[in-house]
């Protein structure tokens, strides 16, 4: 088993910034993908950004520029760094670890952008 805890939501007013964070622990290995996922009111989920064991990342146009994906591999802990955000990046955001297709999630954290 994983267990993924996230921590960093909140409310912001537009323009401003969070950073959120996931822990992972459990049974993991030392190679497996990590990433964001966010899912807005009535909206299925979707990826915000991941990253592999390796720091290669991928992120969603909607958030290209604005957020930063990292990790630390020593700490099991991913982080999203989120600049300029928009109300339409009201959400909540979750952490999912995936190697090779096993997949576990957070339990989700949410994020609310207005003024």
């Known amino acids: 088993q994983v267990q993924l805890v996230e921590s960093g939501g909140g409310l912001v007013q537009p323009g401003g910034s969070l950073r959120l964070s996931c822990a992972v622990s459990g049974s993991i290995f030392s190679i497996y993908t990590l990433g964001w996922y966010r899912q807005a009111l009535g909206k299925e989920r979707e990826l915000v950004a991941d990253?592999?064991?390796?720091?290669?990342?991928k992120y969603a146009d909607s958030v290209k520029g604005r957020f930063t994906i990292s990790r630390d591999n020593a700490k099991n802990t991913v982080y999203l760094q989120m600049n300029s955000l928009k109300p339409e990046d009201t959400a909540v955001y979750y952490c999912?670890?995936?190697?090779?297709?096993?997949?576990?999630w957070g339990q989700g954290t949410q994020v609310t952008v207005s003024s």
């Open positions: 990253i592999a064991t390796g720091g290669s990342t």
């Open positions: 999912k670890y995936d190697r090779y297709g096993v997949y576990y």
